[in-house]
């Protein structure tokens, strides 16, 4: 138990500020206005054993991650007849892109489902999965500070009725983060690049549009979340910057995991895996050729893009 | 027999949660039932029995659900090992949120979504608090940042409980919730174990079919919210009456 003898009110909110929850649920708010109370006196035996056990949690909560993941391996294990699958490893590093293809019902979502869970295994693929080329422990699979894996997809939504500063901060308190103003401020400014159409910290995030959505809750996620892996089912082709986008994540050491059947972004990875009969089949590294292609598949998507702000301003496309 | 309490708000996703987590223990050759506790109708027993899930379902009635669970655990338990049930759920609609159906020794599951608002598990209360493990859904429509709040606010209300994400409609996370199922320990009869929190109290004259209002018809357990009324205004109600 940390020495409670000595510390006041102030000292310990300033030392454990979440032990504001605490206070306020043990019906001890007022407390916190009496900032030079001494703990001991101010709590019963009780009420402090209860404290040393909710700071004892909220720690092993919120610690700050002692090992960096820098590295995932997947070792494979068996296809949904039971054969061998082809791929028997498939490591990625901080700093790559990942995409991952294959028809619905291949088993993308099962591999996803065997990288978040840490499979050992234990799940019906026989996947294998480990963090820095170590059996991760149990901790990657039932807390929420050690969650592997952030998801983003193009079915997900802001619901909460917050303006963007208010969201942010909500989530930043969430997080116990340092530098709270200027991780806001980072965030909001990436997605502002990201999104092409601007949006204020006032803007209330259930009215942003889709492309906004998508640009705060990439940069967001970039910033804020813990995760080191970041599992991205397409990123739609309107409203966003979407290799700024990739490149915001890597840069923020995340491990980027992306379903997509778009071909440019498919061509951004630096691999992709062929998922089929659930199994991974392939890895392909984008050739020279598939590469000098990704430069005509932008100008085909600028062309697109341009055709459909002609669109929105009202022209005719009689001459495309 | 592996016995698991599941809770939940109304609409939280239990009953999905729950044949999707089944539907693994079902592929693995072992048979599973569930009961199911509502108030006035609930069609899931339909749902659980197309998909081969043995049910048996206990509407309260006029009844408090949660006076009505517990006074027929016994006899649930015990129809699951007549039927030699490997793994035996019941289902309960947290509705007051001051309900908690968990059991001391037997596997606590509260399942609540991502939709129902950041302030929803401090409001829940026991069955929240109660629980070994938290399940929430409902995870694949909203942002990562208030998933993460969610969670977040989930462990300040319940700091010893795992956490878990399962989609109700893809599964995804429900085949790691099963393997949870099944490693806790065996129970054969709940005769004896004790409730984790103590159930609403609830003894009235509304609870015995009182339906007029006033003073004047309340007795037994009855109390009075402090309105604060403006000085010189005395509150209307007056004081309930004592037994």
């Known amino acids: 138990m940390p020495d409670f003898t000595h510390l006041t009110v102030e000292t310990a909110l300033g030392r454990w500020p979440f032990m504001a929850q605490f206070l306020a649920d043990k019906g001890l708010a007022e407390l916190t206005d009496r900032p030079e109370a001494r703990l001991t006196e101010a709590l019963s035996a009780d009420q402090l054993t209860d404290l040393d056990g909710f700071i004892a949690g909220m720690e092993a909560f919120l610690g700050t991650s002692d090992e960096q993941v820098t590295e995932l391996t997947i070792r494979g294990g068996r296809a949904k007849d039971g054969s061998r699958e082809p791929v028997t490893e498939l490591i990625a590093r901080v700093g790559e892109v990942i995409c991952i293809v294959g028809p619905t019902g291949s088993g993308k979502s099962r591999l996803l489902a065997d990288i978040e869970w840490v499979a050992r295994g234990d799940t019906p693929t026989g996947r294998h999965v480990l963090i820095n080329g170590q059996v991760p422990e149990d901790k990657w699979r039932f807390s929420t500070q050690y969650k592997l894996v952030a998801q983003l997809s193009q079915n997900m939504n802001f619901v909460m009725d917050l303006s963007v500063q208010e969201f942010l901060a909500l989530h930043a308190e969430s997080r116990q983060a340092a530098d709270t103003e200027e991780k806001i401020q980072r965030i909001w400014t990436w997605a502002n690049e990201l999104a092409g159409e601007p949006f204020g910290l006032d803007t209330p995030v259930t009215s942003l549009s889709g492309g906004q959505s998508r640009a705060l809750m990439i940069a967001d996620t970039a910033v804020l979340s813990a995760s080191p892996v970041v599992l991205i089912d397409e990123i739609e082709n309107a409203g966003i910057d979407r290799q700024q986008a990739l490149d915001i994540l890597i840069q923020q050491e995340k491990i980027v995991l992306m379903a997509t059947h778009d071909p440019i972004l498919a061509l951004m990875g630096d691999r992709r895996v062929v998922i089929g009969n659930g199994a991974m089949r392939q890895v392909i590294e984008p050739s020279a050729q598939e590469k000098a292609n990704l430069d005509e598949l932008r100008a085909m998507d600028t062309r697109l893009m341009d055709l459909r702000h002609r669109l929105r301003m009202g022209e005719r496309l009689d001459r495309i | ?243």
Request: include cysteine.
């Open chain 2, 1 to 243: 027999m592996r016995f698991v309490t599941v809770s939940g708000p109304p609409s939280s996703g239990k009953t999905a949660v729950i044949i999707k987590t089944l539907e693994h223990l079902q592929g693995a050759g072992r048979k599973v039932g569930v009961v199911k506790f509502d108030c006035l109708s609930t069609d899931d027993d339909d749902l659980y029995r197309k998909n081969g899930i043995m049910v048996r379902k206990g509407l309260a009635g006029a009844l408090c659900p949660d006076h009505y669970f517990v006074s027929n655990v016994e006899e649930c338990v015990q129809w699951g090992m007549a039927e030699g049930l490997d793994v035996l759920v019941s289902e309960s609609a947290g509705l007051c949120n001051r309900c908690s159906p968990h059991i001391r020794e037997v596997l606590a599951i509260c399942v609540i979504d991502n939709l129902s608002g950041t302030g929803t598990p401090k409001k829940i209360g026991p069955m929240l608090k109660a629980a070994d493990l938290v399940v929430i859904t409902k995870g694949d429509i909203v942002s990562q940042a208030e998933r993460e709040v969610f969670a977040a606010r989930v462990h300040m209300v319940n700091p010893k409980a795992r956490i878990l994400h399962v989609n109700g409609i893809t599964g995804q996370g429900s085949f790691e919730l099963s393997t949870v199922w099944v490693e806790g320990e065996e129970t054969a009869t709940v005769e004896g174990k004790r409730l984790r929190f103590s159930m609403p109290a609830a003894l009235c004259s509304y609870c015995l079919g009182e339906t007029r209002i006033g003073s004047d018809f309340q007795m037994g357990n009855v109390r009075k919210i402090d309105l604060e009324m403006p000085t010189g205004i005395k509150n209307d109600g007056g004081p309930g009456g004592q037994v």
